[in-house]
């Protein structure tokens, strides 16, 4: 079952997918059901009330659940050098931005705890990354000049996502 505000989203995965999709988001769907697993991949950067939302995802869950997260590590190297031009920087529909303390902070105030954390391994399109790379720096003052480097880029393939601008923690509900 799956939680999608975008309505094209929902009707995509219920008549193409055929999954279960609610229209909502987490801080507004209303559920009878209780789950061992919830997961949040890219969500917590976009929730607003992120305080309710952990609430209601513990509330959500059964006990002895869990709840896997993945988002963007604030602290990453990228993240460092790039600042305010960092290509996961994107205000303002990226509220929330975490560093692996930051986020086990916020999970463990409501009484949960760490099972694991670790990075993804992520593919992106060379197509998407070098428009998305060209973009920041054309954004930058400081960095435009390095604009041109993009055109180095193939076009036309699948490369790494730079996995340290990533991670993943899954908690358990104590």
């Given at each position: 079952?799956?939680?999608?505000?975008?309505?094209?989203?929902?009707?995509?995965?219920?008549?193409?997918?055929?999954?279960?999709?609610?229209?909502?988001?987490?801080?507004?769907?209303?559920?009878?059901?209780?789950?061992?697993?919830?997961?949040?991949?890219?969500?917590?950067?976009?929730?607003?009330?992120?305080?309710?939302?952990?609430?209601?995802?513990?509330?959500?869950?059964?006990?002895?659940?869990h709840v896997l997260i993945e988002t963007w590590n604030k602290d990453s190297f990228t993240a460092r050098i790039f600042g305010k031009n960092?290509?996961?920087?994107?205000?303002?529909?990226?509220?929330?931005?975490?560093?692996k303390k930051t986020l086990n902070k916020l999970i463990f105030q409501h009484?949960?705890?760490?099972?694991?954390?670790g990075q993804p391994q992520k593919s992106i399109h060379s197509k998407h990354a070098k428009s998305l790379i060209k973009h920041k720096l054309l954004e930058s003052k400081r960095l435009k000049w390095m604009a041109g480097i993009t055109s180095l880029i193939?076009?036309?393939?699948?490369?790494p996502y730079p996995s340290e601008d990533l991670f993943w923690a899954l908690f358990k509900k104590n």
């Open positions: 079952m799956g939680i999608e505000p975008n309505n094209f989203m929902v009707e995509y995965g219920k008549n193409i997918v055929g999954v279960d999709i609610k229209k909502g988001t987490i801080e507004t769907v209303e559920l009878e059901d209780k789950f061992d697993l919830i997961i949040l991949i890219q969500v917590v950067a976009h929730i607003y009330d992120l305080k309710s939302s952990i609430n209601r995802i513990s509330n959500f869950l059964n006990p002895d659940g960092w290509h996961e920087f994107s205000p303002p529909g990226t509220l929330n931005y975490f560093s009484d949960f705890s760490i099972v694991g954390q193939p076009g036309n393939m699948i490369i």
